[in-house]
């Protein structure tokens, strides 16, 4: 018997956590429970884990993820902890752990004990770390570690199911620049050309979804063949790869196992709509989980901003779930402090998304519009609790005060006070 989340939605069972996300979105319970029966919301929450709900979706605030975790040459639990910790301090909705490095069953429990936001990992991680190389892994290797992931109480496990021989032999043929970047991806392709046989995550996905029922795990469908550079954007790939995607959906929904959808990478202005409206007709609305997308290959150390350029204009498109990404993007582990400045600039993206996003714009409004209020009236301390980074935009203007009430960039030639000194004396004269 299915007890999965959508299923009861379908039945139209409205729980406490459709209650929950509903007051913090500010819909209808009724409404929301319509739309995760749908699939066009997701509300990742493992019934092994009590789990602070957060909606992904339509009609819902857009949300950012942040990636933490060990690597081989950086093993410190305690220092991917506390980087978890900033990332949710500084408004991430969801924590994905990529931990690669040390003793990963330790460092996923530790992560998932101490952090309440949705948790979601790649279990195809830990299937590679059990065989002695990659490609030497087994499908058993790859379903346990999935197994293994949602009995200790995983909210979302990204699976690259939608890499097959078609997908595989489009990227043979692309003529890309970077093949795959996509670390899941890889070992997917690398492993089906090792062995000759098909991407067991696809050859067995109903498996996969028997097990995604039983604890209510949600399905984060990887993007294995997102463009790792501009030139390779938007390639036979990347769209192959999506329209068997479209297809898991269905069979996801079929289920009653709620997904999200992952997509790129690095795009172009010009083609970020193009292919987030391609995305989301394809993948029959289900939420859209984009990495990037970066705009240009040109500017490492400074990747949160690229990205933040792709994910406002990607969000204003219909996308519903950001990634963070930190100044240390392709070059090396990020710290606890690129998380933070990473996280910064992934909640301007998110908000300037929902300023235009259907359901949610007023209520972002609101917020700027109390900004604009506070610097007419300058109302410093209303505006550094408004802001997005209250400390720094307080040291900031502390760093160079001004002799009159205004910022020292104009002082008493603040063009508000200006204007608003003659435009009383106007109102006074037409009393």
Known sequence: MTHTLMKECQNGTVGETIKTV??????????????????????????????????????????????????????????????????????????????????????????????????????????????????????????????????????????????NQTTVDKLMKSGRITDVVSRGGSFTVAWMSHNNAENPFYAEFDYLLEIAQEYDVTLSL???????????????????????????????????????????????????????????????????????????????????????????????????????VSPAEHLALPTADDIKTGMLVAQIAAHATDLVKEGVREKAKERDDAMGLARKNLDWEKQYSLAIDPEHARAVREARSSGSEACSMCGDLCAMKIVERELEKGRQKGN
């Open 22 to 163: 509903a007051e913090i979105e500010k819909i209808e319970p009724e409404k929301l429970c319509s739309l995760v029966a749908k699939g066009l919301v997701t509300i990742p929450k493992n019934v092994n884990r009590n789990t602070k709900p957060t909606g992904i979706g339509r009609f819902m605030s857009t949300k950012i993820n942040a990636n933490i975790g060990t690597s081989r040459d950086y093993k410190d639990m305690e220092d991917e902890v506390k980087k978890a910790k900033v990332a949710v301090q500084y408004g991430a909705g969801a924590i994905m752990d990529l931990s690669t490095g040390g003793d990963l069953d330790a460092i996923r429990k530790r992560i998932l004990s101490e952090i309440e936001v949705p948790i979601g990992t790649v279990p195809l991680y830990d299937a590679a770390a059990t065989a002695p190389m990659v490609v030497e892994m087994t499908s058993d290797d790859m379903f346990n570690a999935v197994r293994r992931h949602a009995e200790q109480g995983v909210d979302f496990v990204t699976v690259h199911a939608g890499i």
């Open 222 to 324: 990887g993007d294995g063949m997102r463009p790792g550079c501009i030139h390779d954007a938007a390639d036979a790939p990347m769209f192959e790869e999506i329209l068997v995607l479209g297809e898991l959906v269905k069979r996801s929904r079929a289920a009653f196992v709620q997904t999200f959808v992952e997509g790129p990478g690095h795009v172009p202005l010009d083609k970020i709509e193009m292919s987030v409206k391609f995305m989301k007709e394809t993948c029959h609305d289900a939420p859209l989980y984009l990495l990037g997308p970066i705009v240009t290959d040109i500017a490492p150390g400074f990747d949160h901003i690229t990205s933040a350029i792709g994910g406002s204009i990607a969000g204003a498109a219909g996308t519903d779930f950001l990634c963070m």
